[in-house]
């Protein structure tokens, strides 16, 4: 049987969004029993927002803590993916986190069955173009105790709107990029840059790459030539301010930039 707070869940989270007022997580405590009922609320959110976009979405949210820990993935909204630089001044926050990532483009369709099978090396095979990326980290409920990991997934990974830098060819040369040394930076309005080296939360951020595709296609359907994925934040989540000009860079890969 259907778990029935689904449809409730996903209605508390559409209101919020309507009203712009962050719910109570309370009222659903313990109502989700699995990340498949968290990404069931997702998928009504999406259908009721965005009824044209497609069931595989053209943008991803996906990472996980450590290469230990589960891997999880959301399709994200296409009117909160913006191009660098983006102006988000007028866009209704509840808060302001930022992840700096990199993001990840996939040169071609994939199927189900090529996906089961994938191993590292076939998957990074796939990658067509990277780019820096800015996560606006958001929420559409209230930050309380209540609020309990699978609320959290339900509501796309609190996800708030993602600003995405130029593409950089992935070339022969950038398949040999030693991650473990990259140095990257974000500055925050007025607060100065803070730097990071080799801080991905999995070594690597095209680790992800099977594990996604998996999950992205075990309903059955391919994953669609120029997909794009994010792969989890380098600098972990530095709060930021309305009126605050963030920027993220990435050495030899390029820079991203949002004025909130």
């Known amino acids: 049987m259907t778990n029935p707070?689904?449809?409730a869940i996903?209605?508390?989270l559409l209101a919020a969004r309507r009203d712009r007022q962050p719910a109570d997580p309370a009222q659903h405590v313990d109502q989700l029993q699995s990340n498949d009922e968290a990404y069931a609320v997702q998928e009504l959110v999406r259908k009721e927002l965005?009824?044209?976009q497609a069931a595989v979405g053209r943008h991803w949210k996906s990472g996980a803590s450590s290469r230990e820990a589960s891997l999880l993935s959301s399709a994200l909204l296409d009117s909160g993916v913006w191009a660098s630089a983006a102006q988000a001044s007028d866009w209704p926050f509840n808060l302001r986190l930022i992840e700096i990532e990199i993001a990840l483009k996939t040169n071609r369709l994939v199927s189900p069955a090529e996906a089961e099978s994938l191993t590292h090396e076939q998957a990074h095979a796939l990658i067509g173009a990277m780019a820096v990326?800015?996560?606006v980290?958001?929420?559409r409920w209230q930050q309380t105790e209540q609020l309990q990991p699978l609320l959290k997934l339900a509501d796309l990974q609190t996800h708030g709107a993602l600003v995405v830098g130029?593409?950089?060819p992935y070339s022969a040369q950038e398949a040999e990029r030693d991650w473990a040394r990259?140095?990257?930076?974000v500055k925050i309005g007025q607060a100065t840059a803070q730097e990071f080296i080799g801080t991905h939360s999995m070594q690597d951020p095209r680790w992800l790459l099977p594990f996604w595709l998996r999950q992205v296609t075990a309903g059955g359907a391919?994953?669609?030539a120029g997909t794009v994925v994010t792969t989890g934040s380098w600098c972990g989540l530095p709060a930021a301010q309305p009126g605050d000009l963030v920027v993220a860079s990435f050495d030899g890969v390029g820079m991203t930039s949002v004025q909130l």
Request: charged residues 15%; contains cysteine; negative net charge.
């Open 50 to 52: 965005a009824p044209e």
């Open 10 to 12: 996903a209605q508390t």
């Open 182 to 185: 990259q140095r990257c930076t």
């Open 133 to 135: 990326t800015i996560e």
């Open 222 to 224: 391919s994953v669609p």
């Open 166 to 168: 130029n593409w950089m």
């Open 5 to 7: 707070h689904i449809a």
């Open 137 to 139: 980290v958001d929420s």
